[in-house]
RNA sequence: CGGGGUGUGGCUCAGUUGGCUAGAGCACCGCGUUUGGGACGCGGGGGUCGUCGGUUCGAGUCCGACCACCCCGACCA
C-alpha cells in the first residue's frame, strides 16, 4: 500500500481531555474515528489490525474444534422473554420495531439466538458435543462509554455456544476453552489473569474473566500472592479467629448514648471494631427485607449477598421503613430480637456471614436507640435464616490459599462461563435425545471475547510517547518503508516486498517532510521501518529498525528480506 | 439518573464591560524552494459561532429551554 493513497489521516493535535493512551494513540494514529459516543469507525488501518486480532481468533477457536457461523443480528424479543432477560439483562437492551410490529433486540450477547437455533434440530447424544462461534455485531446501551475502545455500545464480539451431554462432558471443553484464550491473548502480545468472577444476569454456575494488568482498566480483582484471583464481587478470603477462646457470657443490655457509625459504638464502648455486630437493612425486588450481618471489621459484598438470597437487585433500607416496618432503629439494628415484633406481611430474612463464627460476646445494636446488647453470641442469641458468605475482599487478607490478597486493576478481555442448565430448562424443548431414548436438557457453556477491547488493550501494554508499538502478530503492516528522496530505488524495493509476501506500507509521499515521515511511522507502529536515502545507499543499502527495540541497522538489499524474517 | 464541564472553519483553541468585515496554529488547495526527526515563502478556499426562543438600536458574548459531547459517580461480563 503506498502511503499517499492510502487513507491514514494522522493528526498533530488530539483532544487534550483523552487520557487513556490506547484512545488518544488510535485516534491521532488515524486507526479510529467516533461517530456518535460509543460508536467507532474502524477506518482502514484499525481495520486491518481488527481482522489480524479475528484472525487469531478464529485460527484458536478452529484448532479448538469449534465451528464458526452467523446469527442474525435482531433477534425476535420472545426469545428474551422466555427467558425473562429482558428485565434482568445488565445492559440496556436495545429494541427495534419492523413495519409489522414485529419487536426485536439488537443483539447484546447470543445465548437464545443460539439454543433457538439449536432446539430446531432433533438433536442425538450422538451429535454432542459441539461449540458453536461467531464474530458479529454487539450493541449495549451502556449508561457511559469511555476509554475509546475500552467500554463501547457497538462492538465486535466473537461469542462462542457449547453444548453437552453433561457436566463432566462440558468441563473438558471449558478447561479447553480455558487454555485456547491463554494462547489466543499470548499470540495477541497480551498476559492475562484467569480470574474468578460473578456469572452476573448471564446465570450459571460459575465464570473466569480473562484480565489484562492495566491502571485504567476497569475491573479490579484480588490476586493471592500464592496464585488464587478472583474478582472483587466474588473473592474469598479466610477471616481470622480473634477470641474463640472466651468463654460465652451472659447478654446484657447496657445504655449507649452514641452515634450511628460503626466508629461511635467503637469509641463509646472502648471495644475493637471486630468485636462490633454490623447490621446492614436491604430491601430486594420482592419486597423482603433482608438483614445482613457481619462481623464490624468486614463490609457486606452486595453481590454476594444478592446469588445467597437468591434476589436480582438490592437497595439499602430507608430509616422510615426500619423504625416502621421493622421496628428497629437506624444505628441499633440487631439480629437479636428483631423478627418477633414483625407484623404480618412482612417478610424478614437474617443473612449471617461466616466471620460471625471466628468472634463470641459480640456487642452491637438492640433494636432500640441509645441502647446496646453486650455478649451477643450466634445461635444463642440469634439464628439465622441463611448463613454464608458475604464479605467483602480486601488487600492483606489471607486468600483461600493461604497467601495474600493483593488487589489489581485490569482490562477484561474475554469471558467464559459455564451456563449449565440455565438457559436449556427456561427454553422449551432445548433437548437432546440420550441413549436410553430419554430427553434431556442441554449442558451449556458460553464463550465471548471482545475484539476492540482487546485491541485497545494491545495498544495500553505496547506503546510508547511516539506512539504504538504492535506485535508483529497484528500490526496493520509489518514494515513501513520510507524513501527520503530515492523513490526510484524505494519503489523497486517495495514491488519486491510485495512479491515476497511482506505487508508494506510505503510512505512515498514527496510533500511530506523526513521529519514527519519518521514521526508518522513511530505513530503508527509497524515492527519494522525500512529506510533508503542518499544517506543510507551511501552506506551500502538499507536503514532497517525494530520498532519495539529501537535496534537499527544498515542492510544490503540481498539481506533485507533476511532480516525481516529472522 | 445525580454532580461538574464544554459546544466558535476538518482538528486544537482564542475572542475583553454586548459594538466595525469573527481570529490564530494545524489540516486542505495552488505555485516555488525543500528531504535524517512533525520544513519554508507567497497566494487561496472554508464559519447561519450546537439548536430554538427571548432581551436589545445591536448578541459568539446576556437570559430561558432543548440537544450533543466530555469528566466524576451510580450502573455494568
Avoid at 478464529?58 to 422473554?81: C, F, N, R
Avoid at 430486594?284 to 445467597?308: F, P, Q, S, W
Avoid at 497467601?403 to 430448562?425: A, M, P, W
Avoid at 495500553?460 to 504504538?468: L, N, R
Wanted: hydrophobic share 35%.
Amino acid at each position: 500500500m503506498k502511503r499517499s493513497k492510502y487513507f491514514l489521516k494522522t493528526l498533530k493535535n488530539v483532544s487534550s481531555q483523552e487520557k487513556i493512551a490506547s484512545a488518544r494513540l488510535l485516534k491521532q494514529a488515524g486507526f479510529i474515528e467516533e461517530s456518535a459516543a460509543g460508536r467507532f469507525y474502524f477506518l482502514p488501518a484499525g481495520q486491518r489490525v481488527q481482522q489480524k486480532i479475528m484472525q487469531v481468533v478464529k485460527e484458536e477457536m478452529d484448532q479448538a474444534g469449534a465451528q464458526e457461523m452467523v446469527s442474525p443480528i435482531l433477534h425476535p424479543l420472545e426469545l428474551w422473554k422466555e427467558t425473562n432477560r429482558t428485565n434482568t439483562a445488565g445492559f440496556e437492551l436495545m429494541k427495534v420495531t419492523d413495519r409489522r410490529d414485529a419487536d426485536f433486540a439488537l443483539g447484546g450477547t447470543a445465548e437464545e439466538m443460539f439454543v433457538d437455533l439449536v432446539r430446531r434440530y432433533k438433536i442425538s447424544y450422538r451429535d454432542l458435543p459441539f461449540n458453536l462461534y461467531q464474530f458479529s455485531p454487539k450493541f449495549r446501551d451502556e449508561l457511559r462509554a469511555r476509554g475509546g475502545l475500552l467500554r463501547v455500545r457497538e462492538f465486535i464480539m466473537k461469542d462462542a455456544y457449547s453444548f453437552h451431554r453433561d457436566e463432566e462432558d462440558f468441563k473438558v471443553e471449558y478447561r479447553k476453552m480455558s487454555d485456547v484464550y491463554t494462547k489466543i491473548f499470548n499470540r495477541l502480545g497480551l498476559e492475562t489473569t484467569i480470574v474468578e468472577s460473578d456469572n452476573g444476569y448471564i446465570g450459571g454456575e460459575y465464570c473466569h474473566e480473562f484480565i489484562v494488568d492495566s491502571e485504567i482498566g476497569e475491573s479490579r480483582y484480588f490476586k493471592s500472592t500464592k496464585g488464587y484471583a478472583a474478582h472483587e464481587d466474588v473473592a474469598r478470603f479466610k477471616p481470622d479467629d480473634k477470641n474463640l477462646s472466651e468463654d460465652m457470657l451472659e447478654l446484657k443490655e447496657v445504655d449507649a448514648p452514641r452515634g450511628t457509625t460503626m466508629q461511635d459504638g467503637v469509641n463509646f464502648h472502648k471495644m475493637p471494631l471486630w468485636q462490633q455486630i454490623k447490621d446492614v437493612m436491604f430491601v430486594d425486588d420482592r419486597g423482603r427485607y433482608i438483614l445482613a450481618v457481619i462481623r464490624g471489621d468486614y463490609d457486606v459484598n452486595e453481590t454476594k449477598l444478592k446469588h445467597l438470597v437468591k434476589a436480582i437487585t438490592l437497595r439499602p433500607a430507608t430509616n422510615e421503613e426500619i423504625r416502621e416496618k421493622l421496628f428497629s432503629e437506624p444505628g441499633f439494628i440487631s439480629p437479636v430480637g428483631i423478627k418477633n415484633k414483625l407484623e404480618a406481611g412482612v417478610e424478614l430474612l437474617v443473612v449471617a456471614d461466616s466471620s460471625l463464627r471466628t468472634i463470641k460476646n459480640a456487642y452491637g445494636g438492640s433494636n432500640k436507640k441509645n441502647l446496646d446488647l453486650f455478649n451477643i453470641n450466634i445461635d444463642r442469641d440469634f439464628k439465622a435464616d441463611i448463613e454464608g458468605d458475604i464479605a467483602l475482599a480486601a488487600a492483606g487478607y489471607e486468600a483461600p490459599d493461604g497467601g495474600i490478597l493483593e488487589e489489581k486493576r485490569g482490562i477484561e478481555v474475554g469471558n467464559i462461563f459455564q451456563l449449565g442448565y440455565h438457559y436449556s430448562d427456561k427454553m422449551r424443548g432445548a433437548v437432546y435425545t440420550d441413549k436410553d431414548g430419554t430427553e434431556k436438557p442441554f449442558y451449556m457453556g458460553c464463550y465471548g471475547l471482545g475484539i476492540g477491547r482487546t485491541m485497545a488493550a494491545i495498544v495500553e501494554v505496547w506503546h510508547d510517547d511516539k506512539g504504538m508499538i504492535w506485535p508483529e502478530s497484528v500490526a496493520p503492516f509489518s514494515v513501513n518503508l520510507i524513501s527520503l528522496g530515492e523513490n526510484e530505488q524505494a519503489e523497486k524495493v517495495y514491488n519486491y516486498l510485495l512479491e515476497n509476501g511482506v505487508e508494506v506500507i510505503f510512505d512515498d509521499r514527496d510533500e511530506a517532510s523526513a521529519g514527519e515521515k519518521f514521526a508518522d511511522s513511530d505513530l503508527v507502529g509497524c515492527p519494522y521501518r525500512v529506510v533508503i536515502s542518499r544517506k543510507s545507499l551511501e552506506k551500502g543499502g538499507y536503514e532497517i529498525s525494530k520498532r519495539n527495540s529501537g535496534e537499527q541497522k544498515i542492510v544490503s538489499h540481498g539481506e533485507l528480506l533476511k532480516q525481516l524474517y529472522e
